[in-house]
Nanobody, 127 residues
Framework: QVRLVESGGGLVQAGGSLRLSCAASGRTFSTYGMGWFRQAPGKERELVATITWSGGWTYYADSVKGRFTISRDNAKNTVDLQMNSLKPEDTAIYYC????????????????????WGQGTQVTVSS
């Protein structure tokens, strides 16, 4: 059974940092892109960042570019999201997800391309 489990969320003051981690189990995802999405109350889910299976290509939403960094460890079957200079508008539930197709050279940027999802971790940034 495939499971994605996020951790590292919490409450932080504006300007602070958090590191989210997603651990996958049940199969290896070393040949699949992985991404982080978020959903704030009353808003649609949005892509935050994605990384290809090799780690050679990454994408960031404009709102987080320069502040967030996505990385992966294929040996550990994990993907992390380092979040710095957090803002209140970063408050949301953050989800990790795995692409449905292997070996993409350019990561998928829409949610419907992702086939496995974690249950999410809450990130709250106070002003």
């Amino acid at each position: 059974q495939v499971r994605l489990v996020e951790s590292g969320g919490g409450l932080v003051q504006a300007g602070g940092s958090l590191r989210l981690s997603c651990a996958a189990s049940g199969r290896t995802f070393s040949t699949y892109g992985m991404g982080w999405f978020r959903q704030a109350p009353g808003k649609e889910r949005e892509l935050v960042a994605t990384i290809t299976w090799s780690g050679g290509w990454t994408y960031y939403a404009d709102s987080v570019k320069g502040r967030f960094t996505i990385s992966r460890d294929n040996a550990k079957n994990t993907v992390d999201l380092q979040m710095n200079s957090l803002k209140p508008e970063d408050t949301a539930i953050y989800y990790c997800a795995v692409d449905q197709l292997p070996f993409r050279r350019i990561g998928a940027t829409t949610g419907d391309a992702y086939g496995y999802w974690g249950q999410g971790t809450q990130v709250t940034v106070s002003s």
